[in-house]
Structure formats: C-alpha cells, structure tokens
C-alpha cells in the first residue's frame, strides 16, 4: 500500500513539473543566467517541448485569378522588394519540413534573385525592362515579365547614416539560430559602417533600454562588444521598444543623410500593442519622420511572419530572413546598399493590356500588395521602397485573343462597350506605367514603357524566373497549373542558372530535387 501511494505522488509531482515547464514555455518569461552553458541548457529543454507550442504564423493567401482585359484592363499593385519567403521556405525543405500554403510568396521567391538588367541612364532612380514568351507550365497561354533594377549606389557613395539596432533579447529568442546568430549576422553588418555612419542599440524584453548610444561606426570593436553582450529572458515589450528606437532616431536625425531602424526579431510580440492593427497604427505613424525600417527575421517554431510583414509593408521597409550565416552575408554584405539605402518609395505599378492582343490575364503572386485602380495617381496611398541596386520582377500569365481557356468563362456580352477600339496600336501589347517619389519628396513622378510583342528568343533570366514561379506554383498547389512535371521543372532551371557568380541559382536547382525526393 504504501509502494502504490509513494508511486501514485511521484506520478502526481512528475505531471506538475511537466505542466510548469509547459506553461513557461508558453509565456516564454523563463529566467535565464547569462552564460553559455545555461543558455545552451535552456535550449534543449526549450527544444524538448510539445510541438503544440511551436507555432508560426502566415496571413492567408488567395491566389490571384485570370481577368478579362475587356472587364478589367487595368492591373495595379505595390512593389515588392521583399525576399523573406524564400530563405524561409528553403529552411524548410532542408529540414524536411512540411511547407505551410501561405508560406509561399510566389513574387518573394522570384525577387530572391538578381537579374541582368541594365541601370538607368536617365535621371530616373530606375530603369524598366520587358518581355514576354511561352508559359513553360501551359502552353495555350503566354508569360510576361516586368523587370526594374534601381541605380547602384556605391557604398562610399551613400550618405552619412544614422542608424538604430532594434534587438530582441525576450526569453523566445534564446535559440541558436536566434540571438546567437543575430549578433554574427551583425557583426557582418557593423563591419561594413564607416567613420561618418552612427550606430546606437536598443533591446526590448519585459521593458526596453538603450544599451548603446549613438557610436560612431570606425569605433566597430565598442559596437560588437555590445552586441555580445546581450542575453535572452523575459517577455516581449515590442511595442514599446519600437517606440523608444525611433524616439532615439529622431533625436540624432542626419537632416541629409540615410535614417534607419534596424529591427532583428522572431516577430513574437506578445505584450504591449502586440496586435498587427496596433503595430500598423504605430509604425504608419512614425514612418512621417523620414525614418525607414528594416525587418530581420530569425529563429523558427515561434516565428511570426505575418507582423514581420506588416511592420515592413508600412514602415517605409524591407523584410529578409536570416536563417544561416551565409544568408546574412548575402543580405547585410553583397546587398548592403539594396537592404540599407532608399532609392525610391512609394512605388506603384500599373499595367494596362490591350484587349485586341490580350483577352485575359492573371498577376503572379503579389496577392498581398495589390492597389485599387484609383490609388496609383492617389500620393497618399502607401507603397514599396526601392534599395541601391535591387531588381524587382512581376510576372503575368496571359490569356491571347482567339484562345479558348477554361479559365476564363465565355459569351460575355456588354450593351455599352465599344465593340471596336478607335486606335489599334499595332503590335502593342501591353503599357507599363510607374509612379515613385524621391526619398525625401512627397510628390509622385510618373514613368511610360511600352511592350510590342516581339518574336525575339526568350532570355535567360526570363526563363529562370519561370522556373521559380513555376516551382512556386507547385508549393502552393496552384489550380493554374496545366503541367507539374517536375523532371521538366527542373531542366528549365538547371538549363538557366547563367553566370550565377554566388551558387543561388544551383542551390535552387537543388532544392527543387530535395523537395521532389521527400514527396515522391
């Protein structure tokens, strides 16, 4: 009897301790002691909790669908300069990982990548680039690509900056792949400032502090101890750290130089005005200070995608993810200026098809960056910022005239539509106009590129584009896929990887068969 009782308060006590170390784990406010060895204890036993509380989020994803030019000519939508899906997406094939639909950003994966295209020789920050050829996953419709690369800024070049390192240090970043690589990911990031750059630090946890004032960035060794310095535990003031981290970048503002906030998270706000309303309130707020932002993913299980977006969507920002040390070289070393400096904001794309050459047509991806018509010319209407350097891609499957497509339905008739258009335009297919403003400008400038079609052999870079949609497709089981073989996928992206001076191009390659090999 008495074997049975001590038995039965040992089960009891064992069920506790589980419950305590779950609902710690749950708030995330564990206490830690800032050293190595408990920080590498705490992530084992961090890692050893149910899967149940591993949660990421992804805001949903309707794909978009096929048009009728006659209905709708026009298309309109906000760049997007963000590659975050991809290294996400590639973590998780190499992880052997289930791949979340909503996950998958089609114009993410395809913006991963450079393109050849040729630098503006005018006075405009950005060049436009055309072309159009067959769909390589349909062959009754057509693909085209929409190219911008924006004027490389040598690094020397670029204006004194006042930058502020917004880190989180909460008990949910006590991870490897979290702080400990945050801070050799900015190491790399510090060793690229210079005498005229100024650099402070700002950590949020259960409160926010200012660990580092305004340092200048010759002074890199004072800069990187404090990074060093940082420990995880407590919970997540988010709200309020972001607040303090423009409060100290309004402070030291360089009237003519580069503003920034450098936010590194797993986007796990969970105290303060952690909803994604609030923080968009917050941030559209603050970025009327001519402050950008720059969002850093790190870490998985927790990882919140959805208000990492929103925070770079409408902070005047951009958004990667840094996952390995070699994406955050290619991040904050090879595309330092893309990912550091503003070229154009608010830029806005709007494509009109000429309905004599183009009976339908559907935007690949950019589901979460569409505009209404009427917000193109509207310059208060918010949209995508353009880094030194940086190349956007758009692709849009198109549906030609005298094409039968099961995609778009027949016989609609309109009483009051001109039956025949006064102009014919020749061999034009499609018109391409943008509108930026300068950085520091409040006043749109509006940009005119025609398309004729062409008869030209594709590109390379046209054809490896269609390739990473294509596979994107694939992800997201798209229902706009006439072709999935994979054999064929795969070929169209080895047989154009090009140059590829950095091995991404290959690495795409391989992840491909990776993703084919664990879902034969």
């Known amino acids: 009897m008495k074997t049975t009782k001590v038995k039965s308060l040992k089960l009891i006590i064992t069920v ?15 206490k830690y002691n800032y050293n190595y060895t408990t920080e590498h204890t705490e992530t084992i036993q961090l890692e050893a909790l149910p899967n149940a509380i ?24 906000s760049i997007d300069v963000d590659n975050a899906s991809y290294s996400n997406i590639r973590r ?44 390589p996953w349909n062959k009754e419709t057509q693909l085209i690509k929409i190219g911008i690369k924006g004027k490389e800024i040598p690094t020397e070049n670029i204006p004194a900056s006042n930058l502020v390192f917004l880190i989180d240090v909460s008990g949910s970043m006590n991870n490897p792949n979290k702080l400990p690589l945050l801070k050799k990911a900015f190491e790399l990031l510090v060793s690229q400032l210079r005498k005229k750059d100024n650099v402070a630090i700002v950590v949020y946890a259960g ?39 423009y409060k100290l970048a309004e402070k030291n503002f360089m009237e003519n130089g580069n503003n920034r906030i450098v936010l590194a998270t797993d986007g796990d706000f969970n105290v303060g005005p952690s909803s994604d309303n609030a923080m968009v309130t917050l941030i559209e707020e603050k970025r009327k200070s001519g402050i950008f932002l720059t969002c850093l993913g790190f870490g998985m299980g927790n990882y ?3 208000k990492m977006e929103t925070l770079a969507d409408k902070g005047n920002g951009n958004y990667g993810y840094i996952d390995t040390m ?60 353009l880094g030194s350097g940086h190349t956007v891609t758009a692709l849009y499957e198109i549906i030609p005239v005298g094409v039968k497509s099961e995609y778009l339905k027949e016989n609609i008739n309109l009483k009051y539509a ?39 052999k594709t590109t390379t870079d046209f054809n490896f584009a269609a390739s990473v949609a294509w596979f994107g497709m694939q992800l997201r089981n798209s229902a706009y896929i006439n072709n999935k073989d994979t054999k064929a996928l795969i070929s169209l992206a080895k047989n154009n990887k090009g140059m590829d001076e950095q091995g991404y191009r290959a690495e795409f390659v391989r992840l491909i068969e990776a993703y084919k090999g664990t879902n034969q």
């Open 207 to 245: 409160a926010a502090g200012v660990v580092l004032e305004p340092t200048s960035g010759d002074n890199k060794e004072k800069i990187i101890n404090a990074l060093n310095n940082l420990n995880a535990g407590g919970s997540t003031a988010g709200g309020e750290g972001i607040k303090l981290a």
């Open 326 to 385: 070699q994406e955050a070289n290619k991040i904050l070393v090879t595309e330092f200026g893309g990912t550091m400096y503003t070229i154009a904001k608010d830029v806005k794309i709007q494509v009109e098809f000429n309905p004599k050459k183009v009976k339908g047509y559907r935007l690949i991806g950019y589901e979460n960056r569409l505009l209404n018509n009427k917000d193109f010319a509207d310059d208060q209407k918010d949209a995508g910022e």
């Open 304 to 306: 919140q995608d959805s």
């Open 92 to 135: 998780m094939i190499n992880k052997g990982q289930n791949i979340p639909k909503d996950a998958v950003k089609i114009e993410e994966m395809i913006n991963y990548f450079q393109y050849d295209y040729k630098q503006p020789i005018n006075t405009h920050p950005f060049a436009i680039h055309t072309e159009s050829g067959q769909t």
């Open 16 to 30: 506790l301790i589980v419950f305590l170390i779950c609902s710690c784990g749950n708030r995330e406010n564990m």
């Open 418 to 456: 001109a039956k025949d258009l006064q102009n014919n335009y020749g061999d034009e297919l499609f018109t391409v106009k943008l509108r930026y403003k300068h950085p520091k400008e409040n006043e749109s400038i509006a940009i005119v590129h025609n398309h004729m079609i062409a008869n030209n």
């Open 54 to 77: 591993k949660t990421e989020s992804y805001k949903e994803i309707k794909e978009n669908d096929f048009k009728h030019t006659s209905l709708n000519p026009l298309s309109t939508f």
